[in-house]
């Protein structure tokens, strides 16, 4: 190793806390990195009688001829240290100021997660809310979205620092049991987001072609498939097809917005005026609830990485803030974005309503009968605009869905293979259950989506957790990033008021009406809460020091957890 690279590495000593070396093999002979290659991982032993490890002379080759590592967890699974082999757009850092042309590369991961909140849960959400307590809650709407900012631009920071997407995080992290539990909540999400993308669609496609429900189910799940060779053209031909979709869905409500004539006072009085109706409650707590996505935390951390640093040690720290700068404005206007979308639905079916209520017809809220309702106010064109809105946006929501599957199959399971195999697999994991429901229960989709609802909950609460935890530890995210007291704080509060709101949502729609349901009831809300308990003071597996795994944890409280020693296994790049 040379001078300055020695001398470098006693001056990142310097400032490091001494705790982060205090189990820590000494080895300072710590490789260059490289703009070409992401950054390695060396994993050593954590029995301090351990073989002896790696010599420094091997340690001190350069990065374009390391060796490609894996961790060998106590179960025998394996856990690759640089997920994104293959980066797509290459972000070059210059030190200079804020630049359109640069914001432009960071353009696109934002814009698919954005996807979740509008697809057709949230439309029929949104429906109901219109229905319920009119434009009383817009305030409320435009708050959850400005929390999604904050957790998913947490999500995002994660995967730009430590190149690792948090289902890679919480399998390495977990014992495989709890893991298992984790991706098995996981799926349950996604498949329960399929479900509500599956039928939203296949209502469009009933409204423009009259075929049955059943029909376009099966039309949805082929042209899913066919969808799928998109990916192959690239992300950013990807991206901009999703943005096409998004944009194809906020033009149709807002044409109809225009036309519809909302009342516009009221608008802005619900937008930014703080109120709940009496009797709205479970309604405002679900509106939090359909805005924050468990699946989308996975999505977002693993999208960052298709856009490659330039993380040569000179420039690594300055280009990780720049390009979390960058991920941060182009996901606050995404999900704005979604928000004034979001928006535009809830007002023009408050309008349309309230036209309805004055002229006594009657009339259902739901995403079914949403093409009737705007038929009857605005003419039999505005339910084909209604259904090209919800056929985009139902689309491009089972692609991102598809997306997610992928990351969290991956990340728990290391799956070795293809591309294409990996899409096929996670979309069978995901669809194929979703269309046997949503074939089955068509009938009863209302009662469906407040289940599924319900499922969004409870997932949530046991992602964010790991999400916000993670980031605390200067191990894994770097002593430059770790989150500050004040950062903590705020985490705690946020991760303590998801939880709350989310657990009373769940309690809101169980009926007790009986002894037997109040201990079944008890019995959920204790399990559920040491679940809980068990993810927050769970001590970390293992944290990643600059070149070393190592386990934080004493031998008791190892026995304690089940853990056992890592091995190394190498294998050539």
Not at 85 to 101: A, T
Not at 105 to 112: K, S, T
Not at 186 to 209: F, K, N, P, R, Y
Not at 547 to 564: E, H, K, N
Request: overall charge neutral.
């Amino acid at each position: 190793m040379n001078e300055h690279s020695d001398d470098g590495e006693r001056q990142r000593q310097h400032h490091q806390p001494q705790e982060l070396f205090a189990e820590t093999p000494t080895a300072t002979d710590r490789p260059p990195e490289s703009s070409q290659v992401a950054e390695f991982v060396e994993l050593e032993q954590l029995n301090k009688h351990n073989s002896p490890r790696a010599s420094d002379a091997t340690a001190a080759k350069p990065m374009v001829e390391a060796m490609t590592r894996e961790a060998t967890l106590d179960d025998a699974s394996t856990v690759v240290v640089d997920p994104f082999q293959q980066h797509h757009v290459k972000i070059e850092y210059d030190g200079s100021r804020f630049s359109l042309k640069k914001l432009w590369g960071f353009v696109g991961p934002g814009l698919l997660v954005s996807q979740a909140l509008l697809d057709p849960g949230n439309i029929e959400s949104d429906i109901s809310q219109a229905d319920t307590s009119g434009y009383q809650l817009l305030w409320l709407l435009l708050a959850a979205h400005i929390i999604c900012i904050f957790v998913q631009s947490l999500a995002a920071r994660l995967g730009v620092i430590t190149g690792r997407h948090l289902a890679q995080h919480i399998r390495a992290q977990y014992p495989l049991p709890f893991a298992t539990i984790f991706w098995l909540l996981s799926e349950l999400a996604i498949i329960g987001a399929d479900i509500q993308e599956v039928i939203g669609t296949a209502t469009a496609l009933h409204i423009l072609t009259t075929i049955p429900i059943w029909a376009g189910v099966i039309i949805t799940a082929v042209d899913s498939f066919l969808f799928l060779y998109v990916q192959r053209l690239g992300v950013r031909v990807t991206e901009l097809v999703f943005g096409l979709m998004i944009t194809t869905l906020a033009v149709c409500f807002w044409v109809e917005m225009f036309l519809i004539k909302p009342d516009a006072k009221e608008m802005f009085k619900g937008m930014f005026v703080p109120r709940i109706p009496r009797g709205s409650i479970v309604q405002a707590v679900g509106i939090v609830g359909c805005v924050l996505m468990p699946h989308n935390l996975y999505l977002h951390s693993a999208l960052v990485g298709s856009r490659k640093l330039d993380r040569r040690e000179e420039t690594r720290e300055d280009a990780i803030r720049q390009a979390m700068h960058y991920f941060r404005i182009e996901t606050s206007a995404s999900l704005l974005y979604a928000y004034l979308i979001n928006m535009a639905v809830v007002v023009v079916f408050c309008k349309a309503f309230e036209l309805l209520r004055a002229e006594g017809v009657a009339y259902v809220a739901s995403l079914a009968e949403g093409a009737n309702v705007l038929s009857h106010v605005l003419g039999n064109g505005s339910k084909y605009v209604y259904a090209i809105g919800l056929l985009a946006i139902g689309q491009s929501t089972t692609m991102t869905g598809t997306l997610s599957g992928q990351y969290v199959t991956e990340g728990f399971w290391n799956m070795p293979v293809k591309p294409w195999q990996r899409v096929l697999i996670t979309r069978a994991i995901s669809l194929v259950p979703a269309l046997i429901v949503a074939v089955t229960a068509a009938a009863h989709i209302d009662l469906l989506s407040e289940i599924i609802n319900v499922i969004q909950a409870v997932v949530l609460s046991f992602t964010i957790i790991p999400l916000l935890k993670l980031q605390a530890y200067a191990e894994i995210v770097g002593p430059e990033f770790v989150f500050g007291r004040v950062a903590k704080a705020m985490a705690a509060f946020l991760m303590a008021a998801i939880i709350t709101l989310n657990a009373y949502m769940v309690v809101s729609v169980i009926p007790l009406d009986s002894a037997g349901m109040y201990v079944a009831m008890m019995t959920v809300v204790v399990t559920y809460v040491a679940v809980l308990s068990y993810t927050v003071m769970f001590p970390l597996r293992c944290v990643w020091s600059r070149r070393t795994l190592v386990d934080r944890a004493p031998v008791w409280l190892r026995w304690l957890f089940g853990r056992a020693t890592l091995s190394v296994s190498t294998v050539p790049s």
